[in-house]
């Protein structure tokens, strides 16, 4: 615990950062942050990780913001003793937190791990899901609309398993959240106001600044961050490469678990990291 923020490191080995989800969905203690950390030390690696403000273990009340989290993943580090650049991996909401810290901090990444995700634009933070174009959209536009009539943890579980249930290829692998009658009277978390500051920030314009190799990583049949999201980032940013998950949804690392680690491995053994740039300053803002 560092001034109520709560930093983790697990494993041994090379330092990797774990970037945790803004919307403090995926953090150490839930499934998709966990298998990613066991993942990652089972390639011996240190994971360097943290608990969001007002959420987990983190004591720290939360403003909800990039900059906010910009700002604990700088604490992270340097908590950490990490002054030189590292790794790092993010996916989904994580993955765009992570662009925006290379834009901000090119000096302290070496090498970024992109999963499911993207650099924003409305409908990219909003996900594909809201896309008219889908089929699920009538059922997400009426649980979204019921959302924000009533604003407690109630909708939003519903609006949260509906999504859980077709992130995946394989439905068994889902875990939606028991509905409990007390949720509809408590307030919801910090998921919907997340989504309302993510669809105002687009890093688009801007990928080609981030140096670093980069690894892109995407389920065929991803519906929160689709598809294009991971091949305009591929497209755009200067030494990156792109591998598809033809049986994964949004979560490739759960739904072909082997062949997303070996491509993993293999990225971080024989792809040299970024030059540390000339300056040590930051590079500009986050939006």
């Known amino acids: 615990m560092h001034n109520g923020l709560a930093v983790y490191r697990f494993g041994t080995g090379e330092p990797i950062l774990f970037m945790p989800g803004p919307h403090?969905?995926?953090?150490p203690g839930l499934r998709s942050a966990d298998a990613l950390i066991?993942?990652?030390?089972?390639l011996d690696r240190t994971v360097t990780t943290f608990d969001p403000p007002g959420s987990g273990r983190s004591t720290r009340p939360a403003h909800l913001?990039?900059?906010?989290?910009?700002?604990?993943?700088?604490?992270?580090?340097?908590t950490s003793g990490l002054h030189r650049p590292v790794d790092a991996i993010g996916h989904s909401m994580g993955g765009f937190t992570l662009i925006a810290y290379a834009l901000r901090r090119p000096q302290r990444i070496a090498r970024l791990v992109l999963v499911g995700t993207g650099a924003g634009g409305y409908m990219q933070a909003r996900g594909?899901?809201?896309?008219?174009?889908?089929?699920?959209?009538?059922?997400?536009a009426a649980l979204g609309i019921l959302q924000t009539a009533i604003p407690t943890r109630g909708?939003?579980?519903?609006?949260?398993?509906?999504?859980?249930r077709r992130s995946f290829v394989d439905p068994s692998q889902a875990h939606p959240t028991p509905v409990?009658?007390?949720?509809?009277?408590?307030?919801?978390?910090g998921h919907t106001e997340w989504h309302r500051i993510a669809i105002h920030l687009d890093y688009r314009p801007r990928l080609r600044d981030i140096v670093a190799p980069s690894l892109i990583l995407c389920g065929r049949f991803d519906p929160q961050f689709a598809l294009p999201c991971s091949e305009q980032l591929a497209h755009v940013l200067p030494h990156a490469r792109l591998q598809v998950f033809e049986r994964s949804g949004h979560y490739p690392f759960l739904e072909e678990p082997e062949r997303f680690w070996s491509d993993v491995r293999g990225f971080l053994a024989n792809t040299a990291a970024a030059a540390p740039p000339d300056s040590a300053s930051p590079t500009?803002?986050?939006?």
């Open 65 to 78: 913001s990039m900059d906010e989290m910009l700002a604990c993943t700088d604490e992270a580090l340097d």
């Open 38 to 42: 066991q993942g990652l030390t089972s």
């Open 180 to 189: 409990h009658p007390t949720d509809w009277l408590q307030p919801r978390s």
């Open 155 to 164: 909708p939003e579980r519903l609006l949260r398993n509906y999504i859980e």
């Open 24 to 27: 403090r969905f995926q953090r």
């Open 128 to 140: 594909a899901l809201w896309n008219r174009r889908h089929p699920d959209f009538a059922g997400m």
């Open 284 to 287: 500009g803002g986050t939006s």
